[in-house]
Every structure is written in structure tokens, then in C-alpha cells.
């Protein structure tokens, strides 16, 4: 009789889990699409992306062909001094108008900006009685190129940067991405382990809860030591607690798990059993590949590539403006003026213009070689910056690739131990119900059982925690 009922005890949990298994199931790739599409993360994340996406079109955008049409009215009131008598100072009213239309393009290759346009100016003088009263400005077509500073070429530099924070905010979204599906799988197997221990000390109470019902009818026949008996008992009182508090961590479990997920508790219910990948997944990189893929998939190595590239920009500038800075506006076209717009734009006569600035900071006070110096630091700064977020994201990749190869070999271990512990559990659970050996033997044989079986999950949850850790550092899926 007592064989027979440490044997059902043994198997109950074994129904229950067949029952379990026929209930709703979450896998553990369900688990992380439903929250890379739902949580407030991937939300920010992909509005990010976007922000950035946009302003890269803007940016390219901005460098083809422009063409812009500008009005500007003026009026201005001009009074002189009535007490003395100048001939060229009078009272009178100005209102001019300047209409043009311009098609600009950046010379990427030069730094400056090429335009052709055309340009009427209309103006207006009151309270005068001369010819001039009234004159129009008509310039039918004009060519032109502007530059700043010779010899810099700020759109080449825009162009690297922008490109750089562009491929920065890509990593970025695939960066939030791993880590949404990371922080997934934590609170997915700290579910997966409180779920496991719960059913763990709810088999262990349900075969003391047997024992100790066989031992109370053995001790009425004096069959069963009052030690024996009492010992059952606080084993059944240990096992009770112990399923206690391993639900009330399965609750919190789940209920973190649902929060994450934007789920309700009735989504995510207690019948809800979690499934996942039963085999660990071959790692084919070697340290040398995953670093490599690492630098060229972390958003924040990328981003500070990008700030580099912005300080050696403005060190290159400040170095410049240190000399001689020569900025050039040159500009030919056909022209008129006259009292008539007709006439204005018969008779056009070809004029050119140029304006070549020439700026020497002959006493500065050091001002621009110091502006090179702090230009220079900062480079510098930056470099060291980058080397060193490349050595931690080294250490990083290495670390966790030799965690995960020894998680790997600590699960394939425990899985056997968890068998192995089965199987002397059953073992010493026959012979203490053919009386071959105490309580105290089939007690240490379920501690061992129940050790294994905590030490395969923890491997467990170590394990997949790694593995997606290791795919949001190098980018991979």
C-alpha cells in the first residue's frame, strides 16, 4: 500500500504537467514580438529613428538645386535738419520693393555656392519733383559664386557627420530592439524558474502529504516511530511554506512579465504555461567576428564616431581662421536703370562684380590660436573617448561569449544531474517504501533531487539571458 502511494504521489505531478500542457501556451518568440511591437520603448525607438531618418532627408535634400523667390518692400522717412541749408539733405519718403528669383546649388567638391538668378528693384521717391523720383532696376540675369572661407569645405564634413549620426540612429533602433527582446527574455525565465519551483515544492508537498497520511495510520499500529512520524510532519509543514512563498514569487514574476508586455492579468493568467526553446542555440562566432560586429552594430561606438568627426571639423576651421581668411562673392550679369521698367530692361549693359575679403588677425591676442589649441584638445579628448568605449565594448563581447560557452556547459551538466537526481529519488523512494531504507535517506535523496532541479533552472535563466545579450551586442537575430 505505501509502495503504491509514493508511486501516485510521484506521478501526480507528471499528470499535472500533461494537464498543463494542454492549456494556453506562450512561446518565448511570441513573448518578444508582442512587446518589440507594443512597449513604450519600441515606441520612442522607431519615433527616433524617424526624427533622425527625416532630418538625413532634409540634409540631402537641402544639398540639390534650390530655387527660391524673395520680395522684400522697404520704406524709410528721411528728415534733415530745417535750420541749416544743405542742398543734398531733404525731407522726402522711400519705398522700394526688390523682387528675385534664384536657383542655388552647393559646390560640395568646393565648399562655396553657385547661383543664377534674375532681379528687379523698384523705387520710389515722394515729395520729390526731380527725374529720379521714381526708378526701376532690372537685372534680367545674373551668375554668381560665394564662398566664406577659401580653402574649407564644410559641406564634405556635414556630409560624413550626417551620414555617421544617420548610421547611429539605425543601430540605435535595432540597439532598443535586442535589448526589448533581452529584457524579454529575463523576466520571461525568471517566470520559467518561478514556475518551475512552484511545481517543484507542489510535488514535494503532495508526496509529503502522502507519506505523512500512511505514516499517522502506521503509528496507530505502533508500525512508525513517534520521531519518524514528526519528522514527516515538519517535512510536510517545510514543503507547504516553501510552495508558499514559491507562488508568491511566481505571482510577482508574472505580474512583471504582464507589465512589460502591456498585458492585463487576465492575459497573462495562472493557467498560462511559458514555452521555449528546449536546446541551446550553437554559437558559431568566433571573439574576432563578434567583436568586429559589435563595433559596427553599437549606437553608441557610432555615436561617438560621429561627434569625433565633428570636433575634427571645427579643429580644421579653427586652424584655418588662424591665418589669413579669404572669403570670396563674385557675380556677372546684365543690368539697367531707368524711370521707365520698359526701358529698364531694353538697353541692358553687362556689369561684374567681385568682392575678395581678405582678414588678418594682426593682434588678437591670441584669441585665434588658442580657439586651434582648445580645437585640438578636444579632438584629442574625443580619440580617447572612442578608444575607450571600443576596449569596454571588447571587453564586453569577450566576457559574454565566455559566458555564454560556460552557461552552455553548466546546462548540458545540470540536465543531466536533474536526471540523474530523478532517477536516485525514485530509486530511494522504492526502497523506503519496501522498508530498505529511513526517512532521513529518502529525505536527502528529494534535497539532492530538488538542488539539481533549482541548479538546471538557474543555468537555465543564465543561459538565454547571455545568448540575448550577445545578439544585442553584435546585431544579429
Not at 314 to 334: C, I, P, R, T, Y
Request: overall charge neutral.
Amino acid at each position: 500500500m505505501l509502495r503504491l502511494s509514493l508511486c501516485a504521489a510521484i506521478l501526480i505531478f507528471q499528470f499535472s504537467t500533461l494537464n498543463c500542457n494542454a492549456q494556453t501556451k506562450l512561446s518565448l518568440d511570441q513573448a518578444i514580438r508582442h512587446a518589440q511591437d507594443s512597449t513604450i520603448i519600441a515606441f520612442q525607438s522607431q519615433h527616433e529613428y524617424n526624427y533622425y531618418q527625416l532630418h538625413y532627408d532634409e540634409f540631402m535634400a537641402l544639398r540639390k538645386p534650390q530655387l527660391n523667390l524673395r520680395v522684400a518692400p522697404n520704406y524709410y522717412r528721411l528728415v534733415s535738419d530745417l535750420s541749416r541749408d544743405y542742398v543734398y539733405l531733404r525731407n522726402y519718403d522711400n519705398l522700394s520693393a526688390a523682387a528675385s528669383v534664384t536657383l542655388s546649388q552647393k559646390m560640395l567638391n568646393w565648399g562655396g555656392e553657385a547661383y543664377v538668378g534674375t532681379q528687379a528693384i523698384w523705387t520710389e521717391y515722394f515729395k520729390s519733383d526731380k527725374d529720379y523720383a521714381r526708378q526701376f532696376m532690372a537685372a534680367p540675369i545674373l551668375v554668381g559664386y560665394r564662398q566664406t572661407l577659401l580653402g574649407y569645405n564644410p559641406y564634405r564634413w556635414e556630409k560624413a557627420v550626417e551620414d555617421q549620426r544617420l548610421k547611429a540612429a539605425r543601430q540605435q533602433h535595432q540597439y532598443d530592439m535586442n535589448t526589448i527582446a533581452e529584457e524579454v527574455t529575463r523576466r520571461f525565465f525568471r517566470l520559467v524558474c518561478a514556475q518551475g519551483q512552484a511545481d517543484m515544492y507542489r510535488r514535494n508537498l503532495q508526496a509529503a502529504d502522502t507519506l505523512y497520511a500512511i505514516a499517522r495510520e502506521k503509528a496507530s499500529i505502533v508500525m512508525v516511530t513517534m520521531a519518524e512520524l514528526r519528522s514527516l510532519e515538519l517535512q510536510r509543514v517545510n514543503a507547504a511554506n516553501a510552495l508558499s512563498m514559491a507562488q508568491t514569487a511566481e505571482e510577482e514574476a508574472r505580474t512583471r512579465l504582464a507589465s512589460f508586455l502591456r498585458l492585463d492579468g487576465d492575459s497573462l493568467s495562472l493557467s498560462m504555461r511559458l514555452q521555449f526553446p528546449q536546446e541551446p542555440k550553437t554559437i558559431s562566432l568566433t571573439a574576432a567576428e563578434a567583436i568586429d560586429l559589435a563595433l559596427a552594430n553599437s549606437p553608441a561606438y557610432q555615436h561617438q564616431i560621429a561627434t569625433l568627426t565633428e570636433s575634427r571639423q571645427q579643429e580644421q576651421k579653427a586652424q584655418k581662421e588662424k591665418g589669413v581668411n579669404v572669403s570670396l562673392d563674385v557675380n556677372v550679369g546684365m543690368q539697367q536703370v531707368d524711370n521707365v521698367i520698359g526701358r529698364a530692361y531694353r538697353d541692358q549693359r553687362l556689369y561684374a562684380l567681385g568682392a575678395v575679403t581678405l582678414s588678418v588677425p594682426l593682434m588678437d591676442h591670441g584669441a585665434a590660436k588658442n580657439r586651434h589649441a582648445a580645437a585640438q584638445a578636444w579632438v584629442e579628448r574625443e580619440e580617447r573617448t572612442l578608444n575607450e568605449a571600443e576596449r569596454s565594448l571588447r571587453e564586453d563581447v569577450t566576457s559574454t561569449l565566455h559566458n555564454i560557452n560556460t552557461y552552455r556547459q553548466l546546462l548540458e551538466r545540470t540536465t543531466q544531474a536533474m536526471t540523474m537526481a530523478d532517477e536516485v529519488f525514485e530509486m530511494n523512494a522504492e526502497n523506503y517504501a519496501n522498508g530498505l531504507c529511513d526517512i532521513n535517506t529518502y529525505t536527502l535523496a528529494q534535497n539532492r533531487r530538488d538542488e539539481a532541479y533549482n541548479q538546471y533552472l538557474s543555468a537555465l535563466e543564465k543561459y538565454w539571458a547571455t545568448y540575448y545579450h550577445l545578439l544585442t551586442l553584435t546585431g544579429t537575430n
